[in-house]
Nanobody, 127 residues
Framework: QVQLVESGGGLVQAGGSLRLSCAASGRTFSRYAMGWFRQAPGKEREFVAAISWSGGSTYYADSVKGRFTISRDNAKNTMYLQMNSLKPEDTAVYYC????????????????????WGQGSQVTVSS
């Protein structure tokens, strides 16, 4: 079992920045590929970014590429999402997720591939 807790959400003006954190507890954090998803009101949950077990491989949705950066610190059992140049359309509840894997460079982009989920953190971007 892995427990995930997001933090760092809030209200920010368009063009501003926020950094989300996802703290993990339970089994060895470093043996999990991790990802961020988001869900806006009335919309389906969508993929945002993913990172491999080692942290050496990352992947982003086109909508956030160049503005968001995913990273992880396995020593601190924590994953991050640095969000810059935020837009009103980035407003959503952001979820972190974990997927067990034996491959150090694998990442996942589909929600069904993830086993564990956090409770979500609200990000609101005002225009």
């Amino acid at each position: 079992q892995v427990q995930l807790v997001e933090s760092g959400g809030g209200l920010v003006q368009a063009g501003g920045s926020l950094r989300l954190s996802c703290a993990a507890s339970g089994r060895t954090f470093s043996r999990y590929a991790m990802g961020w998803f988001r869900q806006a009101p009335g919309k389906e949950r969508e993929f945002v970014a993913a990172i491999s077990w080692s942290g050496g491989s990352t992947y982003y949705a086109d909508s956030v590429k160049g503005r968001f950066t995913i990273s992880r610190d396995n020593a601190k059992n924590t994953m991050y999402l640095q969000m810059n140049s935020l837009k009103p359309e980035d407003t959503a509840v952001y979820y972190c997720a974990a997927a067990g894997t034996y491959h150090t460079s694998i990442y996942y982009t589909q929600a069904y591939e993830y086993t564990y989920w956090g409770q979500g953190s609200q990000v609101t971007v005002s225009s």
